[in-house]
């Protein structure tokens, strides 16, 4: 019984701080604004997530959601046993 109590809060620490880890894995580190104008003559696109304007064409759409069906067929196949 220890053991497996020892096992259970192991697991869950584990999981913690994965979510700890995914949570921060894809957030880019802000510059002060002063510093990013410095740094570069050019100015660079806002890579915020607002919206510009931009639709992808049909033909990157298509594209688009033929990889996200085929990349979710596959763990999706494997849980139904397939």
Do not use: H, K, W
């Not at 620490?13 to 510093?35: D, E, K, M, N, W």
């Not at 003559?41 to 759409?61: I, K």
């Amino acid at each position: 019984r220890s053991q497996r109590s020892r096992s259970l809060v192991l697991a869950a620490v584990a999981l913690l701080a994965g979510a700890c880890l995914l949570s921060t894995a894809f957030v880019v580190p802000s510059r002060p604004q002063q510093l990013a104008r410095a740094a570069s003559p050019v100015g660079l696109q806002s890579a915020s997530g607002e919206y510009t304007g931009f639709v992808p064409d049909m033909q990157r759409r298509t594209l688009m959601n033929l990889l996200v069906v085929a990349i979710t067929a596959v763990p999706a196949l494997v849980v139904l046993g397939g």
